[in-house]
């Protein structure tokens, strides 16, 4: 079994993932600001604050895999994207693989077509910032990082998230940057991501690519 250290462990995707890992007997620790009213069985659940270098470096010491889970909202709006290249340092100074929650519109329609990102018109406007910004880690920051770093971007369906939670149904389909379902966006629930996102993991089978999970 690996040890996976999950930053953002206790968000809607990192709790689903830590869940997920857990039930497989995985060493799981979850790192975030604050600590779960309900805890899974087994986890290690760590305090702190994403902007703490040492205390990141501490969480990520020794793991076999480290997952991104945080959305750029509160406290790390701003710095979202420096806390991400300073994880994906600590990942590779680790000798680490680094998984990373991604969003529907980092995806493209088709085959080398220009990212949804581009065209936010489906989008309400004060999500606008939010989608920009994690585009920009599979765009332009992932691919900057040193060939030693090996990291999968792992984009949702367009439906996913605490608003449409779902139904596990023990079923997904795996595709790259390309949408599965680029009409609608499809959906997934947040366990069939997370069940997805840890077979990923365990797999080992993609290397600095960009993946999308939908039914």
Known sequence: MSRITVIGGTGYAGSAIVAEAASRGHEVTA???????????????????VSDEPAVSAAIGGADAVVGALSPRGAIADS????????????????????IVGGYSSLRPAPG?????????????????????????????????????????????????????GERLGRYRVGDDVALQPDDGGEISGA???LGFVDIIEQRSHHRAHLNLAY
């Not at 979202?80 to 998984?99: E, K, N, Q, S, T």
Request: without cysteine; hydrophobic residues 45%.
């Open 113 to 165: 077509a220009p990212r949804f990102v581009t065209d936010l018109s489906h989008a309400p406007e004060e999500f606008h910032a939010e989608l920009t910004t994690v585009s920009a880690l599979v765009a332009d920051d992932l691919p900057a990082t040193p060939a030693t770093l090996d990291w999968v971007f792992v984009s949702p369906a367009g439906k996913f998230g605490s608003y449409v939670p």
């Open 192 to 194: 069939d991501y997370a």
């Open 31 to 49: 790192f975030s600001r604050s600590l779960p009213e309900s805890r899974v069985d087994g986890v290690t659940y760590v305090q702190g604050d």
């Open 80 to 99: 979202f994207r420096d806390v991400y290249r300073a994880i994906a340092r600590l990942a590779d100074a680790a000798h680490a693989p680094f998984f």
